[in-house]
T-cell receptor, first 114, second 114 residues
Framework: GENVEQHPSTLSVQEGDSAVIKCTYS??????FPWYKQELGKRPQLIID?????GEKKDQRIAVTLNKTAKHFSLHITETQPEDSAVYFC?????????????FGQGTTLQVKP | ETGVTQTPRHLVMGMTNKKSLKCEQH?????MYWYKQSAKKPLELMFV???????ENNSVPSRFSPECPNSSHLFLHLHTLQPEDSALYLC?????????????FGPGTRLLVL
């Protein structure tokens, strides 16, 4: 069945360093890949997404890359700050029809040490 | 944030109780979702409603019963739950336009079954 694998499960970096989280997906028909950030006790919030017609998208300190051939995509956070500490979830979707079912990865707990 | 609201925010219930979770979205979306979030597990999709019709039921036990009376409201009726059902229940909504659906989450209901 459809599956999204996310690594690493935990990541600790020093403030100012970069952080990279990687996901692989199994459904080759997937064409929409969002990333959500969930701070402790809060709801998941979309931080960036990418569609299959582009290979890279950037928004200030965060960027996402997509390799459709290899079926993997990655989140890159540069110049990390303590407020980046949270759980990050990747997801994949076929993005067609009215349901847009998202398959989520297991999550990565990012800790940014001051 | 008032886009997607959920009540109650916390709920403690016994295994013989009947309770309901409520979700309301103020974004004009036409699809709504129930997710279960347990510790150290990915977000698990439970139900999807599109245009008030249930389009997905991910093998959820019958002790969970969803209801979508209109496109803005979604309920999850609970009865005879088990302790392992304790989790954060998240509602989400999206605008299904067939081009990748960004889902917006509510704050969740933290459920504890004793």
């Amino acid at each position: 069945g459809e599956n999204v694998e996310q690594h690493p499960s935990t990541l600790s970096v020093q403030e100012g360093d970069s952080a990279v989280i990687k996901c692989t997906y199994s459904d080759s028909a997937s064409n929409y890949f969002p990333w959500y950030k969930q701070e402790l006790g809060k709801r998941p919030q979309l931080i960036i997404d990418i569609r299959s017609n582009v290979g890279e998208k950037k928004d200030q300190r965060i960027a996402v890359t997509l390799n459709k051939t290899a079926k993997h995509f990655s989140l890159h956070i540069t110049e990390t700050q303590p407020e980046d500490s949270a759980v990050y979830f990747c997801a994949a979707s076929r993005g067609s029809g009215n349901t847009g079912k998202l398959i989520f990865g297991q999550g990565t707990t990012l800790q940014v040490k001051p | 944030e008032t886009g997607v609201t959920q009540t109650p925010r916390h709920l403690v219930m016994g295994m013989t109780n009947k309770k309901s979770l409520k979700c309301e979205q103020h974004l004009g979306h036409n699809a709504m979702y129930w997710y279960k979030q347990s510790a150290k597990k990915p977000l698990e999709l439970m139900f999807v409603y599109s245009l008030e019709e249930r389009v997905e039921n991910n093998s959820v036990p019958s002790r969970f019963s969803p209801e979508c009376p209109n496109s803005s409201h979604l309920f999850l009726h609970l009865h005879t739950l088990q302790p392992e059902d304790s989790a954060l229940y998240l509602c989400a909504s999206s605008n299904g336009q067939g081009n990748g659906e960004t889902q917006y989450f509510g704050p969740g209901t933290r459920l504890l079954v004793l």
